[in-house]
């Protein structure tokens, strides 16, 4: 039971970072496309492997 001293503190801490964390991302505008990305997926042009690149540029 002692541990619970220790333990409480921390999941409250990384909950804190967490909640943190999502609002950084609101205020950051990483969630104002949420259609665009279920839409290109359906786009015929959508690959889904990387371009190849070239050789010349590994040697």
Same mark, same amino acid.
């Given at each position: 039971?002692? /541990?619970? /001293?220790? #333990? /409480?503190?921390?999941? +409250? +801490? #990384?909950?804190?970072?967490? +909640? ?5 991302? +609101? ?7 949420? #259609?665009?990305?279920?839409?290109? /997926? #359906? ?17």
């Amino acid at each position: 039971m002692d /541990i619970l /001293i220790y #333990l /409480i503190p921390a999941s +409250l +801490l #990384l909950g804190g970072i967490g +909640l943190a964390a999502f609002f950084w991302a +609101l205020k950051d505008r990483q969630f104002e496309d949420p #259609l665009g990305d279920a839409n290109r /997926i #359906l786009k015929p042009d959508w690959e889904d492997h990387p371009a190849p690149q070239s050789k010349s540029a590994s040697s």
